[in-house]
């Protein structure tokens, strides 16, 4: 399979006409492999991304760029800050060709293409102890800190999330942004599917919380809209909620040295800077 791939110290740059997928196999698994030995150079405490290609959704941009290409690529260059978004300008590779994807990371300090237009839904979660290890847990703590559901305003897309995180033991931000995302933004959706008592049960289970307050949650209205964002998945759940609207990222974690975790969350409306 054709690509191109390219690295000078501080950026990684791919291009090809496949968007990497999850678990490649043959000469798209080879083109990630190259891609992992050029990002596991990559030092530094922060990293941003960003995918160009073809409008549209279906796909989550964490997913491609950080999930499908395997984290532990990012342990040297993910540990304060990391962001990532979606972009939609012609990808020209070095070499003069035209491909249909280009994935890029740099540890560069780069502006961002989105800027927000409104202060949005703005949130602190937070609890005791380690990290949250699932999306259901952050599902759960969102909806604990989230006390002013009424006075939020409906969200559309494209949307830009903020997450400010603060704990005692730094984590591998690539690792956790996943079920970060999907939880607090399944939280700000109300539950649209048909599998609402098995789906209660599962959470509550999941939560340690009571039945009826997992389905009070479910239920409640919120900024994103109606949707399926989870359902029964084996004997667990597979979190779903619609954050392919996500067009810009941005994580970053500072040190506490109290045993606590907490997580400031910001969530705009966003639109490309027209400075850019």
Same mark, same amino acid.
């Given at each position: 399979?054709?690509f ?6 501080l950026?990684?740059?791919?291009w $090809?006409?496949?968007?990497? =997928? ?6 798209v @698994?080879?083109?990630r492999d190259?891609?992992?030995v050029?990002l596991r150079r990559?030092?530094g ?6 995918? !160009?290609?073809? &409008?549209?959704s ?12 395997g !984290?532990s690529a990012?342990?040297g !260059?993910a540990?304060?800050?990391? @962001?990532f +978004? ?7 590779a ?10 890029h990371?740099?540890t ?13 839904? +703005?949130?602190r ?6 990290l ?7 599902? &759960?703590a969102? %909806? @604990?800190?989230?006390t002013?559901? &009424?006075? %939020?305003p $409906?969200?559309?897309s494209p949307?830009?999330?903020r997450?400010?995180?603060? $704990?005692?033991r730094?984590?591998?931000? #690539?690792?956790?942004?996943k079920?970060?995302t999907?939880g607090?933004c ?7 599917? $048909?599998?609402? +008592? ?8 999941? #939560?340690?919380?009571?039945? &009826?307050?997992?389905q009070?949650?479910l ?12 359902w =029964?998945?084996g004997?667990?759940l597979?979190w779903?909620?619609n954050?392919?609207r ?18 400031d969350?910001?969530l705009? +409306? ?5 400075a850019?």
């Amino acid at each position: 399979m054709d690509f191109e791939l390219t690295s000078d110290g501080l950026n990684v740059d791919l291009w $090809s006409n496949v968007r990497l =997928p999850f678990e490649p196999k043959g000469e798209v @698994r080879a083109m990630r492999d190259a891609l992992r030995v050029e990002l596991r150079r990559l030092g530094g405490g922060s990293i941003t991304a960003w995918l !160009c290609g073809p &409008a549209g959704s279906g796909f989550d941009i964490e997913n491609v760029l950080f999930y499908n290409v395997g !984290c532990s690529a990012f342990t040297g !260059c993910a540990r304060r800050r990391l @962001r990532f +978004e979606r972009r939609r300008e012609p990808s020209i590779a070095p070499s003069g060709n035209s491909w249909t994807w280009h994935h890029h990371y740099t540890t560069a300090d780069v502006r961002s293409a989105w800027r927000y237009r409104f202060e949005g839904v +703005e949130l602190r979660l937070g609890g005791r102890g380690p990290l949250p290890a699932t999306a259901a847990a952050f599902w &759960a703590a969102t %909806q @604990r800190a989230d006390t002013v559901r &009424a006075e %939020q305003p $409906s969200l559309t897309s494209p949307l830009l999330l903020r997450l400010g995180l603060r $704990s005692a033991r730094q984590p591998n931000l #690539t690792e956790i942004v996943k079920r970060t995302t999907d939880g607090v933004c399944s939280a700000l959706h109300s539950y649209s599917g $048909s599998a609402a +008592e098995e789906v209660a049960l599962r959470a509550a289970s999941a #939560t340690a919380v009571s039945v &009826a307050l997992a389905q009070e949650w479910l239920q409640r209205p919120g900024p994103l809209g109606p949707r399926t964002f989870v359902w =029964p998945f084996g004997a667990n759940l597979q979190w779903s909620p619609n954050d392919d609207r996500l067009v810009a990222v941005e994580l970053s974690w500072e040190h506490s040295a109290a045993e606590d975790w907490s997580l400031d969350v910001g969530l705009h +409306e966003a639109e490309l800077d027209p400075a850019l």
